[in-house]
């Protein structure tokens, strides 16, 4: 393909070019892939709202996650529930279901400001409180420590940003300070700040968007079509999320390896 050829069709033509020589025509996507694939548009059209008392909502009939952000005196509390209960899922949800949720939870943290303004009475700082219950009850019984299945979720999904802590009451409690798009300082027990934590809400996004493209939910074959379409409307929502283009990435992987042929033919017929 001549210089003059390749500025004349667009980045998402291009892809779709360089990914249908590069895949075997027989590839199907994965079923988790189709789902991932699914999930990533319903991020993209169930964004965070503001309703009229200020508070930020989330609802994602897709993750089955709902959430609030509510603006108070000590900073914004957040909440979530999924499938309109607080009482933990019968069934165990899959790795992708389990990355649409912290995908949905982390638009709606996403949304937290980095710095406290006084003029506004903007707010930087956060706190939570993670619900225990009877499993809980019972495995602290036996552990004879404090135990939360909720809290060591969002520990472990937020990299401690998010972690709580029982007060003298047994109620677990959590609070934070966000410090910049990925630094956060999380509370310790007894409200003493804590170290610095990096964290970035993205995350399950990406992973969402590299796992729908890796295993062929986004199909790229030269009759584009509405393939075309459903690889446009992925590329769009991980880069209007995350500000990263996999689509334009993958074109420059591509294209070196198109260059020095590691890639078998038809791509190697790319040369230009």
Known sequence: MDKDN?????????????????????QMPTRDAVEANKILQSLRINQPQKIPS????????????QGSMVPKTLGNYVAF??????????TPNSKIQRLGQNATVNQLIDKLPTTRDKATGVDNRYYFNPIDDEKDWAKA????????ARNS?????TKGAFNAHPDKNGDWRGH????????????????KFGKYVQFNPTDPIK???????????????????????????????????????????FISIAEDAIEDQSIPRPATLMMY
């Open 6 to 26: 390749k500025d004349k069709i667009s980045v998402q033509e291009r892809a779709a070019l360089l990914m249908s020589l590069m895949r075997p025509p027989s």
């Open 54 to 65: 200020g508070s930020l909502v989330i609802r994602n009939p897709v993750t089955n996650i």
């Open 176 to 191: 934070g300070t966000r410090q910049g798009e990925t630094t956060w300082q999380p509370r310790n027990a007894g409200g």
């Open 207 to 249: 992973r969402l968007g590299e796992f729908a493209i890796k295993n062929g939910a986004v199909r790229y074959i030269p009759q584009v079509g509405p393939a075309l379409q459903t690889m446009m409307t992925v590329d769009s929502t991980i880069e209007g999320l995350t500000g990263r283009s996999p689509m334009k990435e």
């Open 141 to 148: 019984t036996r552990t004879n420590k404090p135990e939360n």
């Open 81 to 90: 529930q999924s499938n309109n209960s607080f009482e933990r899922p019968t």
């Open 153 to 157: 979720k969002y520990k472990r999904s």
